[in-house]
């Protein structure tokens, strides 16, 4: 019997004790986890910066969406209600009339990504605690130590044994018994596209929630105010390194004024200050590839560099249709800065 199926189990003997639990009280529980995880929001945010590598402020600010998360999905649990369906719309129906439950889903296995240890993790289990489900959390083998700790704010809120258990391990092994257990009755990933796909073919007769990767593009248009779109760019590509799946990854501008606008870019990159280290070795020499091809194909860099992990803010301007980091996703090395592409009329 492996680590999944024992939490597998523990969850499904959970679930008649989350659904006897009014709603009402699985909103307390997780109120008062969030209280819980204000009081050691310091400890969360020192695991986040040594085994994700985020600035303190990053940090901080996933702390706080978090904690803030919880009292959202609090206020608008209450908002789920039944419906009721009267009689007499169609010949068939006169003297009949439809009462439509909502009802726990079973046992929801929860899968997160590395970027965002912490909040992405939370943000999918929450619900899920709050409908009166059982969930089985893999978190990203690289950044797992946030939500074993956020097992233990939630057993401390007095969710009962087996309503919320951590998994550890590689999803080529732990991840894909997760997703493929008979006893799993949704799925809810965050993280690469190939992943994704492979979860979506192998997953079998389950709801299924995919978050995969994106491409961010900022469009500058003629009108724009070039000082603040100069400086929403930046802040948009080197937030979190550039390890988001939201993150400017592509600059399309409309204008004349290029060099000016290129001028302003280059400024509030060079000024952004520090940047954290990618997540591991891999993603930073991915990261120094797509920037080294878009040069190769006649880009111009601005800026930039690397120090191991770290990645220096980068500029590329000029970037040519057939460079990689047109169409890939960047999550660092072109990720974790600004890129700007000029359209001409």
Same mark, same amino acid.
């Given at each position: 019997m492996t680590d999944v199926?024992?939490?597998?189990?523990?969850?499904?003997?959970?679930l008649p004790v989350m659904a006897r639990m009014p709603g009402h009280e699985r909103i307390s529980r997780i109120l008062a986890a969030a209280d819980v995880l204000r009081r050691d929001r310091e400890a969360f945010v020192e695991v986040l910066m040594a085994e994700a590598g985020k600035l303190r402020r990053d940090a901080e600010g996933e702390a706080d969406a978090t904690i803030?998360?919880?009292?959202?999905?609090?206020? &608008?649990?209450?908002?789920?209600?039944g419906s009721y369906i009267p009689d007499g719309w169609t010949s068939d129906t006169v003297g009949r009339f439809a009462v439509v439950m909502r009802v726990p889903v079973g046992v929801v296995a929860v899968i997160g990504p590395f970027n965002y240890p912490l909040f992405i993790p939370a943000a999918?289990?929450? *619900?899920?605690?709050?409908?009166?489900?059982? @969930?089985?959390?893999? *978190?990203?083998?690289?950044?797992?130590?946030?939500?074993?700790?956020?097992?233990?704010?939630?057993? &401390?809120?007095?969710?009962?044994?087996?309503?919320?258990?951590?998994?550890? +391990?590689?999803?080529?092994? @732990?991840?894909?018994?997760?997703?493929?257990?008979?006893?799993?009755?949704?799925?809810?990933?965050? +993280?690469?596209?190939?992943?994704?796909?492979?979860?979506?073919?192998?997953?079998?007769?389950?709801?299924?929630?995919?978050?995969? +990767?994106?491409?961010?593009?900022a469009i500058v248009l003629p009108d724009a105010d070039l000082?603040?779109?100069?400086?929403? @760019?930046?802040?948009?590509?080197?937030?979190?390194?550039?390890?988001?799946?939201?993150?400017?990854?592509?600059?399309?501008?409309? +204008?004349?004024?290029?060099?000016?606008?290129?001028?302003?870019?280059?400024?509030?990159?060079?000024?952004?200050?520090?940047?954290?280290?990618?997540?591991?070795?891999e993603a930073a020499e991915r990261v120094s590839s797509l920037i080294e091809d878009a040069v190769a194909r006649g880009a111009t860099q601005h800026l930039g560099g690397r120090d191991g992990r770290l990645i220096l803010p980068t500029v590329l301007t000029d970037v040519t249709e057939n460079a990689r980091i047109v169409s890939e996703e960047t999550f660092g090395p072109v990720g974790s800065a600004p890129r700007v592409i000029q359209v001409r009329a």
């Open positions: 199926d024992v939490a597998v189990a523990l969850a499904k003997d959970a803030e998360r919880m009292r959202l999905v609090s206020r &608008e649990a209450r908002a789920m209600v999918k289990a929450v *619900p899920a605690l709050v409908a009166g489900n059982a @969930v089985v959390m893999k *978190p990203a083998s690289s950044t797992s130590l946030a939500m074993v700790m956020f097992a233990e704010v939630l057993s &401390e809120a007095g969710f009962p044994e087996g309503a919320f258990t951590v998994v550890r +391990g590689k999803g080529s092994q @732990v991840g894909k018994r997760l997703v493929t257990h008979p006893d799993v009755a949704m799925v809810s990933f965050t +993280g690469g596209t190939e992943v994704g796909d492979t979860i979506a073919r192998t997953v079998g007769i389950k709801r299924l929630q995919l978050e995969l +990767g994106g491409k961010g593009t000082a603040l779109a100069a400086r929403k @760019v930046v802040e948009g590509s080197l937030k979190n390194s550039g390890q988001r799946c939201d993150a400017v990854s592509l600059v399309l501008y409309c +204008g004349t004024e290029y060099d000016d606008f290129v001028r302003r870019v280059v400024e509030e990159a060079g000024a952004w200050g520090k940047v954290g280290p990618l997540i591991d070795d």
